[in-house]
């Protein structure tokens, strides 16, 4: 079982950056592929990103292409997301998962195992 706790979200202008961390409990964390997904108020929790086991894989949603990166440390068990270019509506509770599925990281939410608290982001205009 893997315990995740997300940290790092904070008000921001529009135009900045922030970076989240997560931090996982466990020896096995080399053993899942990561994610990170938000909610925004009103709306279905969306993918964001990814990260394979080794970190030779990341997927992006189109929406967040180019201006957030994905990274993991598996000796720190750690998985983080900095986001730039910030964007009003990138306004959300952002949620760091785990995927034990054998192949590539997965892009819906039914593909993850284990789930952090989330971290609220905001983004002033």
């Known amino acids: 079982q893997v315990q995740l706790v997300e940290s790092g979200g904070g008000l921001v202008q529009a135009g900045g950056s922030l970076r989240l961390s997560c931090a996982a409990s466990g020896r096995t964390f080399s053993r899942y592929h990561m994610g990170w997904f938000r909610q925004a108020p009103g709306k279905e929790r969306e993918f964001v990103g990814a990260?394979?086991?080794?970190?030779?894989?990341?997927k992006y949603a189109d929406s967040v292409k180019g201006r957030f990166t994905i990274s993991r440390d598996n000796a720190k068990n750690t998985v983080s997301l900095q986001m730039s270019s910030l964007k009003p509506e990138d306004t959300a509770a952002y949620y760091c998962?785990?995927?034990?599925?054998?192949?590539?990281?997965?892009?819906?939410?039914?593909?993850?195992?284990?789930w952090g608290q989330g971290t609220q982001v905001t983004v002033s205009s």
């Open positions: 998962a785990a995927d034990s599925t054998p192949l590539v990281p997965g892009t819906r939410l039914d593909e993850y195992d284990y």
């Open positions: 990260i394979s086991r080794s970190a030779s894989t990341t």
